[in-house]
């Protein structure tokens, strides 16, 4: 009697496929079936029709890749079983979608590969013009920061390689668009390849592929110059030298403007912080004098009057198989000139008090900075990292100030801020499905800051300045052992550590008098220690279409605040769980839970307890506190998504409670307005629903992105010495954008923006209410071959109780691309209408308030690209 082969066929969820071939060959002759059966509801069962030496077992299924096993010298008289798990393929991504016979989009398991041609209309420079465009893919406008499926980006690769780590925008911004031919999108992206199908990170990244041609040494280079208003130069170059072999990849750029363009990841205009900085906050110490800052719902390309100077070297070297250094090269220049208007008025406990500044700002930063990886495989199983990063950032900010249109002040403040940062981690692969690592990291950061004011605020009649010193040196050290691993349908992630932050923080305030002696006022010396010993656990496990996540933190946090008032110190054990599930109802649709709790120290912020001078109007003291603040949160999400049918959904509702915080009393005289930072255990409470959903019709090439979100926020604040007020604001936002991708002489992008925010106060009966509309309107014409026209209307209305102060801005650009040349020409005008200046009136629970700043003035350039 023959072998009986039994067996069940699902994919890689675990779900039964309904029908599927199940082919009986020769091991060594796999041209020719011997024998057939089919399966039905994912299982089967087949009695060979006589005995095989070698046998060779394929599966074949609709939709599916095919799968195969071989049996050497299989028993007479012997059932076999198999499983087999197949991995779906996107039937309908087979079709061809033309567009100019350009393929959009193509999908393999966990890749999704963007054409880059297919979304190019001409009028793009570099490659993150193009990645606005893609669907699924989110880019801010300001920062650079790219988000995939609603997750952010960790890296962007290039050809495989992470060439520019956290500060891809360095790539993105930069890299011209002509030199990449493909982007893809990875889910499941791991950086180090030993954990690769061991941990369970859900981190997404983008890798550009270049052009064939693209090998070896190429680059680009252009140059503007131009006339802008007042007959000031108009200036705007970017170079940049792509090396790439074997063994080596390099990115160069050089690169100056003074049209508001920001070609670096960092930014100085608006001080939003970069991912990197976001990820890296405990180990930096704060700036407790802030700097100046320009906020506006404009684009900073329409408000960053600046002089920018970057230089950026980034290069990875593959000195043997086991054995890569990467470095990245920073140098930047700038300055940033702003002119700001505020007026405001305010009514507190029938007290009303009527503010103006104008001020006049010349922001100049420089920074150098250098990075240093070294990776090292030590065996095939194990990995050794060491990364070093230097730098040092001087801005040196002269400010004009009149306050109250009267009283004149000048002021300057000097920054640094040195930052020096050392991490080791070594992976050892304790088996297939285990891997132990050990991490060490440590990490420097000094920000003195000097602050002088002429004449003196604190004594206007006989000083002749202030000054106002502080300093914050931060020393932080963690070292933590970590144990991954996969285990049937599960993986987890064991951790324990233990880290010491140590804070030192000075300052000192004084007055040069006329007669020339110096009067010491409010100065502060404090430590602040942390230190904690923490044991971290995830679980992550499948079955069927259901997933659930378990994830803990226990930890025992010791904190010491000495200083010359009211030394304190404070134990806590703390445990903070969170709890996720998922559930798959459709291939491509996921519907997924979350509920968590952690505890959060506040103190390192509000730290000194007597008077810092942060500007000519106001001074900032605090209680300190070194109670824990307790944050609750829940959420629901649904997320759709069939990039084959370049569709996506996303909904999300999310609940958190903040118990415990700083509240801030505002105490406004005429001339000056304190913050006193106190701690209390009061809540607050916020509400957020966000709903989008993107849809490019293939056939129809236009794509459509609608977004909205609403926001309610309930906390508590007071205002000279009130008691504690109720208040809530609720915030609507709602975007359309609507772009086309006509395969005709003719396109558009149209954008539509509404906000609205409703403002109120338990003691007071009115509501106030501020609203917004923004619509962008930009027409794409193909002129003739290798030439475009491009035209963008910009309407803001920021008050629409005032329709009349609504702002216009024209901008247009020709572009001419020669046929086979490796020039390219471009003529460009920004703001055509020459509006000067933007401003916006609000009104809240306490005021009303006006704030105007300045715009970058009218400039045409003619621009000349080179690429090779």
Known sequence: MAQTLTGTITDKEGLPISMANILIKEANQPQNILEFTRSKAGKFSLTLKKSYQNLRIDVTAFSHASDSVIVLNPHKDSTYFFQFKLTFIAQELKEVVVMSEKKLIDVKEDTVTYNVSAYRNGTEQKIE????????????????????????????????????????????????????????????????????????????????????????????????????????????????????????????????????????????????????????????????????????????????????????????????????????????????????????????????????????????????????????????????????????????????????????????????????????????????????????????????????????????????????????????????????????????????????????????????????????????????????VYQTGVYKTHYKKWKLGVEYSVSYLYQQLQNESMPQNKQAFIIEPLLTIEYRLKKYSLFSLAAGYKQNPLAQNYLFSNEVLVDPRASIKNTPSLMLQNHRFYSINYYFSNMGKFFTLHTMATYSRLMGNFFTNWTFRERTTQLNNFFLPEPTDNLQLLFSIEQLFKEQLFKVDISSGYNVLSYKNILNGSQLRNNQSRNLHGKLDFTTIFNSPINFHNKLEYRQNLASTESISSTFKNESFTHSFTTIIRLIKGSYMAVTSDYYIPNLNKKNDAYWFLDAKIVYDPPKSKFNFMLTGKNLLNKKNFGQIQTSDYGFSMYQSNLLPRYVMLLVFFSF
């Not at 011209?176 to 954990?195: C, G, K, R, T």
């Not at 190429?218 to 063994?247: D, M, V, Y």
């Open 129 to 532: 013009d193009v990645l606005k465009k893609m669907p699924g893919i989110k880019v801010n406008e300001n920062s650079g920061t790219i988000s995939y499926k609603g997750k952010e980006v960790e890296t962007v690769t290039l050809e495989g390689d992470d060439l520019f780590g956290k500060n891809y925008a360095i790539g993105t911004k930069n890299i011209n668009v002509d030199m990449v031919e493909q982007v893809q999108a990875i889910d499941n992206y791991s950086a180090n390849p030993l954990l690769k199908g061991i941990e369970e990170n859900g981190k997404v990244s983008l890798n550009l592929k270049l052009k064939k041609n693209k090998f070896d040494l190429s680059g680009s280079s252009n140059i503007g110059l131009g006339l802008a208003t007042e007959q000031k130069t108009a200036i705007s170059t970017n170079n940049t030298l792509l090396g790439i072999t074997h063994s080596y990849k390099s990115f160069a750029l050089l690169a100056f403007n003074n049209v508001g363009l920001n070609s670096t990841p960092f930014d100085h205009f608006g001080n939003i912080q970069t991912a990197e900085r976001s990820k890296e906050m405990p180990y930096h110490a704060p700036k407790i004098i802030p700097e100046k800052t320009s906020s506006t719902p404009l684009a900073d390309s329409r408000a960053n009057v600046n002089k920018q100077y970057f230089a950026s070297y980034n290069a990875v070297f593959k000195i043997n198989k086991r054995w890569s250094i990467k470095n990245n090269l920073y140098f930047m220049k700038d300055d940033i000139y702003g002119y700001q208007y505020s007026k405001m008025a305010f009514a507190v406990d029938g007290f009303e008090f009527n503010f103006s500044d104008q001020t006049q700002t010349h922001k100049r930063p420089v920074m150098y900075r250098g990075d240093l990886e070294m990776k090292y495989n030590t065996s095939k199983t194990s990995l050794l990292e060491y990364n070093f990063r230097i730098s040092q950032e001087n801005i040196k900010t002269p400010i004009q100030t009149r306050l109250n249109d009267s009283l004149k002040f000048e002021s300057r403040l000097n920054s640094q801020d040195f930052y020096l940062q050392q991490k080791l981690l070594f992976t050892q692969k304790i088996g297939k499905k285990r891997a132990l690592q050990f991490h060490v990291l440590q990490s420097t950061n000094s920000v003195p800051q000097i602050l002088t004011l002429t004449p003196s605020v604190l004594s206007p009649d006989t000083a002749h300045l202030d000054r106002q010193e502080s300093q914050f040196q931060k020393n932080y050290i963690e070292a933590q052992c970590v144990l991954l691993g996969a285990i049937g349908r599960g993986k987890y992630t064991f951790s324990l550590g233990l880290r010491h932050d140590k804070n030192h923080y000075t300052s000192l305030l004084s007055s040069l008098f006329s007669n020339g002696k110096l009067g010491l006022g409010a100065s502060n010396n404090l430590i602040y220690n942390q230190q904690a």
